[in-house]
């Protein structure tokens, strides 16, 4: 069966399902004018404005006028996700041609955004007109046809509301500095989960350095660009401080098979979709030696402990990473061998060399330099990282696998939920009791 068929099929199928599921979705997510007026005026000042700090505040007073007839337009977006195209059509560009800005900005057209993907390479531009496929990174995914491409940055970024960044992270500052001169006060959205090399920076770090005076947000959740294409339903998290872009974002991007949650935990909801890339290389690897489900569930409650110690750390919020951002998106790394991380641990666990295994994948993994970031970090801060620790010792300090694990299974008490009991206590107590000769009783 051609995968377009098996997508249409798939489609079908989910429409039926889902046909309940918008109308009710669009009244959850809609709440009344009394109930919270700054939704309407979000929508309002969204569609109408760029959202630009300055202009967005200086709209907010201006925007409860329309509010009745915003609702309307919003809930006919919302439950419309195929359908008509919106009076007001949000302006979007999807920078970065890859499997995730791909499948972002096809959302985007589908939920009848203006939406334009820019891609560095002139030739795929030509092939993704001619073909609506993005052969190298999507093969066998045909794309809205609404959905425009483009190769000239200036053409793809002036004049829209929003500007989503889907570049590596190795990328994404170049990317900035190369858009600047086309800003008028566009908002900018990172899609991109990963820390800068050797600067520890976040995107979000690099968009405050890069463009102070932007508007912007993260995007980030457990969203395998290939489910996505296929309509398997999933969700999302918008951070950022302006409730403005984040009810764009959410309107922009919110269909029956996509929805978009809100959060103003920028820094937890980036290290969540960051950090969970070096646990699902630790995944891959411990399945290329068959290990059960126990130990897979405590190495994914393991990660999650490390995670949330190091966005404490970092100033970020720990309940985050119960989240989407965070278990979510970890839980659905760390299981499916569509994510890249998890494929590379599975070639290094099988043997390949991280240069071979690298080249073989022939995509972005973000994870390879995660691990070497975290690590330099947490024994910079002295923060307790034992897993990333491990990972990095086999795959750069060419150490044992095995040996590894073991090594890990034996480290010290610690207690199970650190924001409960302290790992101090458990910890210290029994060890003082095992060197005093004395059992727990
Ligand atoms: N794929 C997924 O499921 C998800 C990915 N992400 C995140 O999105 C980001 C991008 O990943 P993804 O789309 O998967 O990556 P891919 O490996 O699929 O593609 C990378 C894309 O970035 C382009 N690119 C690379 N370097 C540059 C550059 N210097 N300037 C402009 N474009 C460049 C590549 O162009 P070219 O082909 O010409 O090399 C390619 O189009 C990553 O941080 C990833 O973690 C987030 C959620 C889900
Ligand atoms: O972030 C992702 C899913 O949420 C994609 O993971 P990979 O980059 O490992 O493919």
């Known amino acids: 069966m051609s995968a377009d068929k098996k997508n249409s099929e798939i489609e079908d199928k989910n429409m039926d399902q889902a046909e309940a599921i918008t109308n009710k979705d669009a009244t959850d997510d809609v709440e009344s004018e009394e109930e919270k007026p700054l939704f309407n005026s979000g929508i309002l000042a969204s569609l109408f404005d760029k959202a630009t700090k300055v202009g967005v505040k200086a709209k907010r007073d201006q925007s409860a006028l329309n509010t009745e007839e915003i609702e309307k337009k919003a809930r006919s977006n919302m439950s419309n996700p195929e359908?008509?195209?919106?009076?007001?059509?949000?302006?979007?560009?999807f920078l970065g041609g890859g499997s995730f800005g791909?499948?972002?900005?096809?959302?985007?057209?589908?939920?009848?955004?203006?939406?334009?993907?820019?891609?560095?390479n002139k030739r795929t531009v030509k092939s993704l007109q001619r073909s609506r496929v993005n052969k190298k990174y999507l093969p066998g995914y045909t794309l809205d046809e609404r959905l425009k491409y483009e190769h000239d940055l200036k053409a793809a970024v002036q004049d829209k509301d929003i500007i989503f960044v889907a570049v590596p992270s190795s990328a994404f500052r170049e990317t900035l500095r190369n858009i600047r001169p086309y800003l008028t006060g566009q908002s900018i959205v990172s899609l991109t989960k990963g820390m800068e090399k050797d600067t520890f920076s976040l995107m979000s770090d690099i968009i405050e350095q890069e463009l102070p005076e932007v508007n912007f947000g993260v995007m980030s959740g457990p969203n395998?660009?290939?489910?996505?294409?296929?309509?398997?339903?999933?969700?999302?998290?918008?951070?950022?401080?302006?409730?403005?872009?984040?009810?764009?974002?959410?309107?922009a991007l919110h269909s029956v098979f996509f929805r978009i949650f809100a959060s103003?935990?920028?820094?937890?909801?980036?290290?969540?979709?960051?950090?969970?890339?070096?646990?699902?290389?630790?995944?891959?690897?411990?399945a290329s030696y068959n290990v059960g489900e126990n130990t897979k569930a405590m190495l994914?409650?393991?990660?999650?402990?490390?995670?949330?110690?190091?966005?404490?750390?970092?100033?970020?919020?720990?309940?985050?990473?119960?989240?989407?951002?965070g278990v979510g998106d970890l839980y659905a790394t760390c299981s499916s061998e569509l994510s890249r991380n998890y494929r590379i641990g599975n070639m290094l666990g099988k043997g390949m060399s991280l240069e071979a295994a690298i080249k073989k994948l022939g995509q972005t993994a973000e994870g390879v330099n995660t691990i070497?970031?975290?690590?330099?970090?947490?024994?910079?801060?002295?923060?307790?990282?034992?897993?990333?620790?491990?990972?990095h010792a086999v795959i750069y300090?060419?150490?044992?696998?095995?040996?590894?694990?073991?090594?890990?299974?034996?480290?010290?008490?610690r207690s199970d939920v650190e924001f409960v009991m302290p790992h101090e206590y458990s910890n210290e107590a029994l060890?003082?009791?095992?060197?005093?000769?004395m059992p727990d009783k």
């Open 83 to 93: 359908g008509v195209t919106p009076p007001h059509q949000l302006r979007l560009a």
């Open 372 to 391: 070497q970031q975290v690590h330099e970090k947490a024994m910079k801060l002295g923060i307790y990282m034992p897993i990333t620790h491990a990972l």
């Open 224 to 251: 395998l660009a290939v489910e996505i294409m296929q309509n398997m339903p999933s969700a999302s998290v918008i951070a950022s401080d302006s409730e403005f872009l984040r009810h764009a974002v959410q309107s």
């Open 431 to 437: 060890n003082a009791k095992i060197t005093a000769g």
């Open 300 to 325: 994914l409650t393991r990660a999650l402990a490390e995670m949330s110690r190091f966005g404490v750390a970092s100033g970020a919020n720990p309940l985050t990473f119960l989240g989407l951002s």
């Open 397 to 413: 300090d060419d150490q044992a696998a095995l040996g590894v694990a073991l090594h890990l299974m034996e480290s010290g008490f």
């Open 264 to 286: 103003d935990d920028i820094k937890g909801v980036e290290l969540g979709g960051a950090l969970k890339n070096i646990y699902a290389i630790a995944m891959g690897m411990a």
């Open 102 to 120: 791909t499948a972002m900005s096809n959302l985007a057209a589908r939920n009848g955004c203006d939406s334009t993907l820019w891609v560095r």
